[in-house]
């Protein structure tokens, strides 16, 4: 079970949960899409991620009118169902003994409830390892990473008794389709045995290519058919104990296509594996 707190927010430090957050209603669903919402930006003027997700929210964002605001607007409206938010927070894993910390984007449903644990969640996908000094290496995939929490929250609105949509692993029913494809990755997101085109080449028969930042933005930007990015979320370093994340998801339909997690071993370093390269190629 996860830990989560808002970040950059002093009055809702100290309220955690550790269980998912409510699955919404069919109410909840129609209020979604008659909301406006706020996509809640860091109180820092040199903050990556600001720019990063004003710039994906305005050019993809259609499912509901939306607006800016800052932290101090989020805890006057977050009560209002009036409202739903894009908001940066950071969850714990009760059973990650490494002390990890990861920032997710969640989208959730203003509520009049005391704590943000029971805010109606319609999405959280895993941005980066909180914490982490380096600079923000995930801004390219943003407009990515932003049409697919709303194509997933169309999803949950339309299986509001299904709550198995909630959990990415549902995506992995569409691995047989990753054959067909192509994906790309960059090479610092790949467990050491896999560092370069040959190694993966010698794991995986399908059409999986190491590139650079530039050519996963070139994808992200012209919605390229029929390809895939991987999204691997994981700390700096070797660090025994912490999760590891990795998606993969589609440029042209923002559908993901594969989800997993591992937590860092001496069997499982950090980074995108063997056996993963093995799922991908067992259809």
């Known amino acids: ?26 109410e909840e669903g129609k209020l979604l899409t008659a909301s406006t919402t706020c ?10 991620f600001n720019p990063a997700i004003r710039d ?6 259609t499912l509901t009118p939306y607006e800016f605001i800052d932290i101090n607007e989020f805890n006057t409206r977050r009560q209002n ?13 009760e059973k990650d003994k490494s002390g990890s910390t990861f920032s997710f984007i969640n989208l959730l449903l203003g509520k009049k409830v005391r704590n943000l644990e029971e805010l109606p969640e319609f999405c959280a ?11 923000a290496w995930y801004a390219y995939k943003m407009g990515m990473i932003i049409r697919f929490i709303q194509s997933h929250a169309q999803l ?26 192509t994906v790309l990755a960059r090479e610092e997101d790949m467990e050491a045995s896999l560092a370069g085109q040959e190694a993966v080449a010698g794991a995986y028969s399908g059409k999986f290519l190491l590139v650079s930042d530039d050519e996963i933005r070139s994808a992200v930007d012209e919605k390229r058919p029929n390809t895939l990015i991987l999204h691997k979320v994981g700390p700096p370093d070797e660090l025994t104990g ?12 923002a559908k993901m296509y594969y989800f997993n ?12 594996l063997p056996s993963d390269l093995r799922r991908l190629a067992r259809f």
């Open 81 to 93: 169902p009036a409202y739903s938010f894009l908001v940066l927070t950071e969850t714990e894993y």
């Open 261 to 272: 997690t591992h937590k860092i071993d001496a069997r499982n370093p950090n980074g995108f």
């Open 156 to 181: 949950v609105i339309a299986n509001p008794k299904n709550q198995g949509v909630r959990y990415l692993r549902y995506y992995n029913q569409f691995v047989p389709e990753i054959m067909d494809k």
């Open 1 to 26: 079970m996860k830990k989560l707190i808002l970040l950059f927010c002093p009055f809702l430090a100290a309220t955690s949960l550790y269980s998912q957050a409510p699955y919404p209603s069919v």
């Open 125 to 135: 996908i895993p941005l980066d390892f909180a914490g982490d000094d380096a600079d």
């Open 56 to 61: 994906a929210v305005k050019a993809y964002w």
């Open 39 to 48: 996509v809640v930006l860091e109180n820092n003027p040199f903050s990556e």
């Open 242 to 253: 912490a999760y590891v994340f990795k998606m993969l998801i589609g440029t042209d339909d």
